[in-house]
């Protein structure tokens, strides 16, 4: 096995043990927090959750135009006075942005839950955005070992905060979201440690690099507001939910959502590894290492749905609150399927190719076709099935236009693929919905046998390619 294997390998194990540990703590989390506290209080954390996912765009791209720029290259290489300059100018940024939350919040909101949450939010904002720039640094220059030491570092403190609370009888959400901030700076104060030839020089050192900062902003832009389109998909019928029923409801669809997005903590710490490899990688190669990528992730995200049936009744069993709204799981849970390959796969190649423009387009389209649905869903029909269905549709919607369009670039053909996959969640769906659980579960594990039967010879090729490069 060659260095060049050994690396990768490291790497996709600190990230993968890193959050291995991040969903055990998440999970621990999304099953204990809703059984101890009432409902309200949890939907109130779910709204702090919400907002505050949104609060990663208003760097206005100046993040990610760093990702892409420096990605692939060595720390050791970067001009540290100049990241220096732009680190400091991205901090009074966010102090400003948060001032404004705090007053915008004093001025205009009313309900004193709403005033706290839009206030922790702007902290969150200040915290988040300075130890994302940090964390991308890392990232895009191949220190995985120190970015998932930090990302791990704020998990587990929050984790222990949460639990020190829930013992003592403590149940306010208020609580819960100072615990999450807690664990946010304290990561951060590490990732500092980790950039100190960056972050602490001497403030003589500093200038206002607007050109340096402007160029980042116009390369990262696009990128931004892809992802932030991308979580306005489902941010917009959330939000519909949240307007149109009750705080109560919201807790519920979001436990759901929360349940469907747990797949997405082990699919995003791969994607992390992938991205600085193929900048490094010669584009006549990207085809077959596609290919074969792609054969590896289906056959786990298919076969992952089968653990939706034992879940379900697990849930149903520890919180009985909430199993009315976890009929809905069916309906939610192939949405990883989709974001899952979107965001380890498609995504990934489109920014190694620089195609953030085509990511926007792809996404704002979505979300205009999102917008239309929760406008006639929630507030027309106010239809709660018809608006969380919506959701896996536009994720189904989103990820396939997006990976035909990927594929044309590639000049490789998988439409058949694509096709089998939709039919595959299709069954999932209609089965979940209107079978009991475990004659779904028969119906659906013999779907997928099928299909790894029909894709034996793909997954064949696939472990000896896997083989073959390890050993190289």
């Not at 690396?7 to 996709?12: C, F, G, L, S, V």
């Not at 082990?266 to 490094?280: D, E, K, Q, W």
Request: glycine content about 4%; overall charge positive.
């Amino acid at each position: 096995m060659n260095n060049k294997a050994k690396n990768i390998i490291k790497n996709i194990s600190y990230t993968l043990s890193s959050n291995l540990i991040g969903l055990i703590i998440s999970t621990v989390v999304l099953f204990l927090v809703p059984k101890l506290v009432g409902v309200e209080q949890y939907g109130y954390w779910q709204l702090y959750l919400f907002y505050s996912s949104f609060v990663g765009f208003l760097h206005f791209g100046w993040n990610d135009g760093l990702y892409l720029r420096y990605g692939g290259k060595e720390y050791k290489d970067l001009d540290k006075g100049l990241f220096f300059s732009q680190f400091y100018m991205l901090v009074i940024l966010q102090i400003t942005l948060a001032i404004i939350f705090f007053v915008f919040s004093f001025l205009f909101v009313v309900d004193i839950n709403r005033q706290f949450i839009f206030e922790m939010t702007g902290f969150c904002l200040l915290i988040v955005n300075v130890k994302y720039m940090l964390l991308l640094i890392l990232q895009s220059t191949n220190r995985i070992k120190e970015y998932a030491q930090i990302t791990l570092i704020g998990k587990v403190l929050f984790f222990c905060i949460i639990v020190l609370f829930l013992s003592i009888g403590i149940r306010e959400y208020q609580l819960m979201i100072l615990a999450d901030l807690t664990g946010n700076l304290i990561a951060l104060i590490y990732a500092l440690y980790c950039c100190k030839d960056i972050v602490f020089r001497r403030i003589s050192s500093f200038y206002f690099s607007f050109r340096e900062a402007l160029e980042n902003i116009s390369v990262g832009i696009k990128l931004m507001f892809a992802n932030l389109a991308s979580m306005l998909i489902i941010g917009v019928i959330r939000f519909g939910i949240e307007r149109s029923w009750n705080i109560s409801t919201f807790a519920k669809v979001s436990l759901t959502l929360s349940v469907s997005n747990l797949m997405m903590i082990f699919i995003n710490a791969v994607g992390i590894v992938i991205f600085p490899i193929l900048r490094r990688t010669d584009e006549n190669k990207l085809s077959n290492i596609y290919i074969t990528i792609r054969d590896f992730l289906m056959v786990i995200l298919l076969g992952s749905l089968t653990l939706y049936y034992p879940l379900k009744v697990a849930l149903s069993a520890w919180l009985p609150k909430y199993s009315d709204s976890l009929m809905y799981m069916s309906l939610l849970f192939p949405m990883f399927v989709y974001e899952g390959k979107m965001a380890l796969l498609i995504n990934t190649y489109l920014k190694t190719l620089r195609k953030e423009k085509l990511m926007l387009k792809i996404n704002l389209l979505s979300l205009f076709f999102s917008v239309i649905i929760t406008f006639f869903s929630t507030i027309v029909l106010r239809n709660l099935n018809l608006a969380i269905i919506s959701i896996v549709i536009l994720m189904a919607f989103r990820s396939t236009l997006a990976e035909i369009l990927l594929l044309r670039t590639l000049k490789i053909y998988l439409y058949k693929d694509i096709f089998i996959e939709l039919i595959m969640t299709l069954i999932f769906i209609l089965a979940g919905w209107y079978l009991n659980s475990w004659i779904a579960l028969v119906l659906y594990t013999a779907t997928y046998v099928i299909y790894l039967v029909n894709k034996r010879r793909n997954i064949t090729v696939m472990i000896k390619k896997v083989k073959f490069s390890l050993k190289a």
